[in-house]
């Protein structure tokens, strides 16, 4: 009966896209009183340790406020979204760098952190099949929680990060749905239950990348005024 009960209404966002003066591409995203940065660079010039023949070089680095500076949990979803969504096979021997800065720490970080790199990749007018984001869903007392606070993850006894991007996943498709493109998971659980976390992260995504477009849509909207 865990799976009875389910909340999938996300925190307030709030963005503001390209104030890193020295960035291809930036933004800033607030999740409640979570906060996070992602600058991109590129992509540019590689260096021959870090270049790849017939497709782009992907390097991600994760700052957090506190601890150490390689999360491998965060790095591995923001490639597996950047390579599964950025159109490589156009930029041979370049390389793309996306950094991601922790600001402020309320829950869910790795979740904003992977919304902040995919503004940060539309603010920089990188050509990708489709954007991305990042959800996360916890599990505390039986019930499904989207988008937590740093509370109520504390009370967690399984957690999942999905990596979504939004395509069409059938030629008589008629326009794109969610697709999850990558996934971490910590705590004890079932298929089933697992499942049913990524259907509640799938819909929950679709108000995320609604508030892309909405973004965008300010975005331009503002600069063609100026």
């Not at 800033?28 to 270049?51: E, F, I, T, Y």
């Not at 937590?148 to 030629?171: G, L, P, V, Y």
């Not at 971490?184 to 976390?197: K, V």
Request: hydrophobic content about 40%; some cysteine.
């Amino acid at each position: 009966e865990w799976f009875r009960m389910a909340t999938g209404k996300l925190r307030s966002i709030k963005s503001e896209m390209g104030f890193v003066a020295r960035a291809d591409g930036s933004c800033s995203v607030s999740a409640g009183k979570s906060v996070a940065w992602a600058a991109v660079n590129g992509p540019g010039d590689s260096h021959p340790s870090k270049r790849h023949g017939d497709r782009l070089y992907v390097e991600s680095c994760y700052r957090p406020v506190h601890g150490d500076a390689e999360d491998t949990t965060f790095n591995t979803l923001l490639r597996t979204a950047l390579l599964h969504t950025v159109q490589s096979k156009l930029f041979p021997r370049a390389a793309l760098q996306v950094t991601v800065h922790e600001m402020q720490s309320d829950g869910s970080m790795c979740a904003l952190a992977l919304t902040a790199a995919g503004m940060a990749c539309l603010d920089a007018a990188i050509p990708m099949k489709a954007p991305f984001c990042g959800v996360q869903v916890i599990r505390v007392n039986g019930e499904l929680i989207v988008d937590a606070d740093s509370r109520m993850e504390e009370k967690a006894d399984a957690r999942f990060d999905f990596a979504i991007s939004t395509e069409k996943q059938r030629d008589d498709e008629l326009s794109p749905s969610p697709l999850v493109i990558g996934s971490s998971s910590s705590g004890e659980f079932s298929f089933d239950q697992f499942l049913l976390a990524r259907q509640l992260a799938c819909e929950a995504s679709k108000q995320i990348f609604v508030f892309f477009k909405e973004s965008l849509q300010r975005k331009y909207t503002v600069e063609s005024i100026a």
